[in-house]
């Protein structure tokens, strides 16, 4: 009887504790418009990316856009409104276009070819924004 009770009592602990952990519909939306606004400060620093740039830092700005994405694609999952499509398909295609540069190329002829993929995931995350109804995307 009493390691029913003690079962019982841990039981609840943990659904009590479960549901604690759940954000509001404030708090995941807040979460996810942070979330796309780290994504745009990640593929401006990639936009902006010039010679006089080493391939190190070109790498950590393609590391960091992949890693906003990734944040965004976990917060987006509370928030039902966010509506990612667009978005993943633009990020997507940006990080093939990045994976796919010559070995070869240049840092301006590799900031040259991706500059259109980034500005498409420039629109695409304004768009969800929008539709999210984060401030200032």
Known sequence: MRTKLLSLVFSGVLLAACQAAQPT???ATATFCADLRALGR???ALEN???AATVGEFQQRTKAV???WNAVKE???AVPQARTNDLETA???LQKTMNGLSKDASLTEAAR???PKVQNVGQAR???GSGARCATT
């Open 25 to 27: 519909g404030a708090e």
């Open 49 to 51: 990316t010039t010679g």
């Open 113 to 115: 070819e991706v500059a």
């Open 91 to 93: 990020t997507e295609d």
């Open 126 to 128: 304004q768009q969800v």
């Open 66 to 68: 992949e890693d906003s």
């Open 42 to 44: 990640s593929v401006a």
């Open 75 to 77: 917060s987006a999952k």
